[in-house]
């Protein structure tokens, strides 16, 4: 059984902080999404990383993807309030050879607190 | 395209009464997910189509059936609700990868 597991749990932090959120899964995929929930809101697709290495920026927020240590990580840089939400990772376990009709396995989700 | 829709937004069940969850995409996905979250625990995959016709269980299936008689549809049909189905509901749409979400439905059973 797959299992994603995300640290921490809870992050507050203060404006033009750096701060870094893992996300460790269980068994080999190379198939690895990061989403975004706005309190009461749905889930927003961030980025999808699709092989060893891979890594993805869009403005402060930057992930990575190392399939070896099955690990990936959201790295977040000079915080604004703007970013506080909750953050999930979520796997494919059949990676990219396929086999999993694309079903993802959600970590619990990390909420990120920005403070002034 | 309105992307995902889901109805209703918001129910109040009593126990033992039934309900049908709504999810439409009009995007042309082959695949269509069920989701319930719970406070905490991340979301967990309830079914799955892969298709028209075709649907499968996924990790948590107990109290609940799908159908899928449309590409565009994806129904949830809750029977004879508990506490334990007292949850945030999504429903999301994939072509091959990234799965686009509804705006959930909040059910609460009393």
């Known amino acids: 059984e797959l299992k994603v597991e995300q640290n921490p749990l809870f992050l507050s932090m203060q404006e033009g902080k750096n701060y870094t959120i893992y996300c460790n899964y269980s068994?080999?995929?190379?198939?690895l999404y990061w989403y975004r929930q706005d309190p009461g809101k749905s889930l927003e697709s961030l980025f999808v990383l699709l092989s060893n290495g891979a890594v993805k920026q869009e403005g402060r927020l930057m992930a990575s993807l190392d399939t070896k240590a099955r690990l990936s990580t959201l790295h977040i840089t000079a915080a604004v309030h703007d970013l506080s939400a909750t953050y999930f990772c979520a796997v494919d376990k059949g990676g990219n050879s396929g086999g999993s009709n694309y079903k993802l396995t959600f970590g619990k989700g990390t909420l990120l607190t920005v403070n002034p | 395209n309105a992307g995902v829709t889901q109805t209703p937004k918001f129910r109040i069940l009593k126990i033992g009464q039934s309900m049908t969850l709504q999810c439409t995409q009009d995007m042309n996905h082959n695949y269509m997910y069920w989701y319930r979250q719970d406070p905490g625990m991340g979301l967990k995959l309830i079914y799955y189509?892969?298709?028209?016709?075709?649907?499968d269980k996924g990790e948590v299936p107990n109290g609940y059936n799908v159908s899928r008689s449309t590409t565009e549809d994806f129904p949830l049909r809750l029977e004879l609700a508990a506490p334990s189905q007292t949850s945030v509901y999504f429903c999301?749409?994939?072509?091959?990868?990234?799965?686009?979400f509804g705006p959930g439905t909040r059910l609460t059973v009393l």
């Open positions: 068994t080999t995929s190379d198939r």
């Open positions: 999301a749409s994939s072509l091959a990868g990234t799965q686009y």
């Open positions: 189509s892969v298709g028209a016709g075709i649907t």
